[in-house]
């Protein structure tokens, strides 16, 4: 059996008023997916530009 995890964090864009989740969080900026007017972003948004709201951790097992 093989358990392995994952760290969802929900953050808040202040400049666009909208809610996304980071693929990727870096030290200075991350790589933030959010969607606006019915497109999908996926930009390099500096960290000192949106408040992480929330982190879920899912728990993911995959039997052999």
């Known amino acids: 059996m093989k358990e392995y995890y994952d760290?969802?964090?929900?953050?808040?864009l202040h400049e666009?008023?909208?809610?996304g989740d980071?693929?990727?969080l870096g030290?200075?900026?991350s790589v933030v997916r959010?969607?606006?007017?019915?497109?999908?972003y996926?930009?390099?948004v500096e960290n000192s530009e949106f408040t992480i709201m929330d982190e879920f951790v899912?728990?993911?097992v995959e039997e052999e």
Do not use: W
């Open 42 to 44: 996926e930009e390099l």
């Open 7 to 12: 760290k969802v964090c929900i953050v808040f």
């Open 34 to 40: 959010y969607t606006k007017d019915g497109i999908d």
């Open 27 to 29: 030290t200075y900026a």
């Open 22 to 24: 980071v693929e990727s």
């Open 58 to 60: 899912l728990s993911h």
């Open 16 to 19: 666009d008023q909208v809610y």
